[in-house]
């Protein structure tokens, strides 16, 4: 794989990540905070994470922990 993308995309055809979709927006808003210097965007960003990363990253980890038990 040659990108972050491809790896969003091989991880969810092989049952990794549930939505791929969501993974490939965080990692545009990841993007977006290197050049981040409006509040207005930054607030966006946070809201995200808050709101949608912090429980992706929760269903990740819970799904090594099942595999964990295999």
């Known amino acids: 794989m040659n990108s972050p993308r491809a790896a969003f995309r091989e991880s969810g055809k092989a049952g990794l990540l549930d939505n791929v979709e969501n993974w490939l927006h965080y990692m545009e808003t990841r993007?977006?905070?290197?050049?981040?210097?409006?509040?207005?965007?930054?607030?966006?960003?946070?809201?995200?994470?808050?709101?949608?990363?912090?429980q992706s990253i929760q269903e990740l980890i819970?799904?090594?922990?099942?595999?964990r038990e295999i």
């Open 31 to 54: 993007n977006l905070t290197i050049y981040t210097f409006q509040s207005q965007l930054a607030q966006e960003i946070y809201g995200t994470i808050k709101d949608s990363f912090l």
């Open 62 to 67: 819970a799904l090594d922990d099942d595999s």
